[in-house]
């Protein structure tokens, strides 16, 4: 077969083809594992960071799991009724919401329907996040959150009080917002911004906001604010309103009700 032929030419296409074909599905294959870990850690590692219980310099996966592992104890819950889920087959490191979500099964629709930016489902089960004390009392919660922003679906962490009104922090560890503007809520600055924040107001209602530009000190509502983003109306929205609807009634309200009583406090 002369090398300068067609059959010649499409024969080394095929053979670079299957031979390349082969060395990345080996590749994934034999990454899946440590993809995995690293998945499952950088989970903790966000958890924890909105916890205010990591330190930035702790490298090592095994330093990441040991400290998880004795500050954080991951609960199963029905969103309905705020309960524990008992004798359930789901498990923390397994168990994925998105799929939960597709699922008619474990899944329930949203209400209202616009009350997540268009998502029309959402997991009738998600797992909390206990951090506790020296004591092994609860100290705080981290709540898994998402919803819609300008392009993409926001997807992260609120870290509240036992009180169950206090913001203690929040992260959003992934999304696809326009770098510098919408972006700009991985911006340590912004969400510094948070701690100290209330989710209620006097009535009970949540109502935390993200507001259009900087919040007034004299406001009677600068407890439940906080300062846009400059530029991301249509993200800063999106916060607020995925908040908003977390923290409801169709959220995480049955559970963080039960919280408030047990811990002995009073919201709004």
Known sequence: MARDSVSHTLLVSTLLCVVCSVLVAGAAVGLRERQEINKQVDRYKNILQVANRFDDQTDSLDD???IYEAEIKSVLIDLETGQPVADSDLDSESYDPRIAAKDLQLSTPIEPANGLGGIKRREKYAFVYEV???SGQIEQVVLPIYG???WSTLYGFLAVSVDA???R???FYEHGETPGLGGEIDNPLWKSLWPGK???GESGEVAIEVIKGAVSPESSNAAQQVDGLSGATITSDGVTELIRYWMGPAGF???LDQLSKSSGGTRG
Do not use: H
């Open 64 to 66: 990441v799991a040991r």
């Open 132 to 134: 506790r004390d020296e």
């Open 148 to 150: 819609k922003g300008l």
């Open 165 to 167: 009104n206090t913001i």
């Open 169 to 171: 922090g929040i992260t």
């Open 198 to 200: 209330q989710l209620f």
């Open 253 to 255: 309200g049955p559970y």
